[in-house]
Nanobody
Framework: QLVESGGGLVQAGGSLRLSCAAS????????MSWFRQTPGKEREFVAL???????TYADSVKGRFAISRDSVKNSLYLQMNDLKPEDTAVYYC???????????????WGQGTQVTVSS
């Protein structure tokens, strides 16, 4: 089970830190990612943390967002800085053993947390 927290309302230029707490299994050997989705649009990749410690970011968030994980706490984080109105979405954490940035390969999903950025 994956449970996200940390979403909320923030002004443009502000920061938020999302957390994803995993339970029921360890995800140490899994790739874990953040996705986001707005109404009527397909789920969009945001950031990936692989089990070997490497990361990948969507171009739209490079330099502003940072993904990290704590294997001891079995948790995933997303530090979001310099937020923009277009970052407004429901953010989901997800895990896959296969890896990649396509949402279709992810087996485990959280319920999502709303991030709203006002202009």
């Amino acid at each position: 089970q994956l449970v996200e927290s940390g979403g909320g309302l923030v002004q443009a230029g502000g920061s938020l830190r999302l957390s994803c707490a995993a339970s029921g299994r360890t995800f140490v050997t899994y790739s874990m990612s953040w996705f986001r989705q707005t109404p009527g649009k397909e789920r969009e990749f945001v950031a990936l943390s692989r089990s070997d410690g490497t990361t990948t970011y969507a171009d739209s968030v490079k330099g502003r967002f940072a993904i990290s994980r704590d294997s001891v706490k079995n948790s995933l984080y997303l530090q979001m800085n310099d937020l923009k109105p277009e970052d407004t979405a429901v953010y989901y954490c997800a895990a896959t053993y296969l890896g990649g940035t396509w949402y279709g390969t992810y087996d485990f999903w959280g319920q999502g947390t709303q991030v709203t950025v006002s202009s």
